[in-house]
């Protein structure tokens, strides 16, 4: 008998199978493709100087061809779960290979193969994020970067903090499972099966396996609040950087 959790990811997959043609359109500015985001991912490359790169969730390996365009000397490949996406990467111009089919929860690559491993817009569709996460930061010799939602900041003002002080209080599970009817995941029509999702879930995850964080916004803003930007910014990137790079 399927699982539930198996058939969410089921039901995910077959959404991206579906509009995999459309797939660039409808995630326009998701991610990695937002000019603030891709700017901040270049200039820490350019930091870390990194000469291998894995993708995780590289969807038609739109990072991939970017980075290999920014910086000719890298070796940048993707991992993508669904085979439709990686079929439009190679109709796209990306060679067969540069994205491997394979799971960000099982990366299928030895300890410390790629020198930065990241991941853009994904985790809030995993069920497990910080499984994917630990499969990251096994697989990154320098660096993980995530760029991905924070649940802290959407809403209201008195929602933010109502969040944070139940998920602080360990209630938040509950809230949201009876938000979500047991499921766990809402589902909608731009973006397919997703979870309550804030990078900070992943924050002890990340600073555990790492020397050094950066947290940075993803949205274009000003740092005008003491709370920026755990309840001020919807998506923020975060930089793990493993010893002294």
Known sequence: MTSPKD???AMQRRYYTETAAK???MHAGEGDSGPEI???VCSLLRMIQPRTLLDVGAG???G????RQQFPGISAFGVEPVEALIEQSIAKGLPRGALLR???DALPFPDASFDVVCSFAILHHVHEPNRVVKEMLRVARKAV???DSN????GSWPMRFVKLALYKTGLWGLVNYLKTGGKGYLITEGDGLAYSYSVYDSFDCLAEGSSRLLLLSANPQSPKSWFYPLLTSEGILVAALKGDD
């Open 64 to 67: 991939v061809s970017h980075f």
């Open 102 to 104: 394979g799971s960000g």
């Open 151 to 154: 649940r802290f900041a959407q």
């Open 60 to 62: 038609t390996g739109r």
């Open 23 to 25: 797939y660039d359109t």
């Open 38 to 40: 891709v700017a901040a």
């Open 7 to 9: 058939q969410a990811v």
């Open 145 to 147: 970067v995530i760029v």
